[in-house]
């Protein structure tokens, strides 16, 4: 009599461009998943449908946890580490290459997306704005956008100094966009021998960095000098190119790691009075704002009116 597997959900955002997510770290953390083989239920959801208001996210019956550092740790808690191959000096090498990418790579990724003026008006706006449905559609994207430029000017003033926007943002992107060039060499460099960071096995390194590669490969972007680099660079095109295929094979395996993306029915039902309530918020201000500006231009009580003729409204002065 077999036992029932233990599966896990996993909220994650929602998939675009041919990826399990379209959100880096979210991708990031279904990798890890796929590496470590571990029993998942991917549930679509917009950070505000979840717990934390942070996606990735898992909720046990005792505790949840979010973001791909913490989710690492509580699945090598439960018994499916990707790093457990890796010898004392390697473990030490894997933290320094998170932090390198982070200060390095990372920013880049993030200001491609987002900074860019072309790629966020004509590819992640939209992708974004239609996830995040009728009425957050309007500010959302714009919140985040916000959120991923302070990241990429990492508490420098953005003070303009009468520069337009573009300029100001274009000094930044130079420096920045130089430093993941230079990541990338180290990386394709790294590459030379192995297949994945550490040998012939995948790491939670591995992981992270092809989270944020994907999206910088799959995004139909528009300016795309970062990614036209890394299509130069052999071996780390080779690497994401096995890091997708390990990722699609686990996609498609029945009764495997990864099961439909079909939110449930109760999430459905959630996210949809959820969607309701900010429709009906959102009308009740521009209706609002309407009867306000009609008081003030005296379009109900005016005498030249035909709306204040109709209703018998006209100001007797």
């Known amino acids: 009599m077999s036992s029932k597997v233990k599966r896990y959900e996993v909220k994650v955002w929602p998939n675009r461009w041919e990826m399990l997510s379209i959100d880096p770290e979210c991708m990031a953390l279904l990798t890890y998943t796929c590496i470590t083989h571990i029993p998942i239920r991917i549930k679509e959801c917009l950070p505000w449908q979840s717990r934390s208001g942070v996606t990735p996210e898992v909720e046990t019956d005792e505790v949840m946890y979010s973001g791909f550092d913490q989710l690492v740790r509580f699945f090598c808690g439960e018994g499916f580490n990707a790093d457990g191959h890796l010898t004392t000096e390697q473990e030490a090498d894997k933290i320094a290459f998170l932090s390198y990418f982070e200060q390095q790579l990372k920013p880049a990724i993030t200001y491609t997306l987002w900074a860019d003026n072309q790629n966020y008006n004509e590819v992640t706006r939209p992708a974004y704005a239609k996830m995040c449905g009728f009425p957050r559609n309007f500010w959302h994207p714009g919140q985040m956008r916000e959120k991923a430029i ?5 508490g420098k003033s953005r003070n303009l100094h009468g520069k337009d926007y573009q300029t100001v943002m274009l000094d930044f992107k130079r420096p920045i966009y130089m430093k993941a060039k230079s990541c990338m060499n180290v990386v394709e460099q790294k590459l030379t021998k192995n297949e994945f960071f550490f040998g012939d096995k995948p790491s939670s390194l591995d992981a992270l960095i092809y989270g944020y590669l994907a999206v910088l490969v799959n995004a139909p972007l528009k300016s795309f000098e970062l990614k036209h680099h890394l299509n130069s660079c052999e071996n780390l095109k080779k690497f994401c190119e096995r890091m997708n295929k390990l990722t699609a094979e ?28 900010e429709t009906m918020i959102t009308l009740g201000i521009g209706v609002s704002a309407m009867v306000l500006y009609g008081i003030l231009f005296g379009i109900f009580t005016s005498r030249k009116s035909l709306l204040a003729q109709k209703l018998g409204t006209v100001s007797k002065k």
């Open 150 to 154: 302070q990241f990429v000017m990492q």
């Open 250 to 277: 686990s996609k498609n395996i029945i009764n495997g790691s990864i099961s439909s993306t079909t939110p449930s029915s109760s999430s459905v039902k959630k996210s949809e009075a959820c969607m309701k309530k």
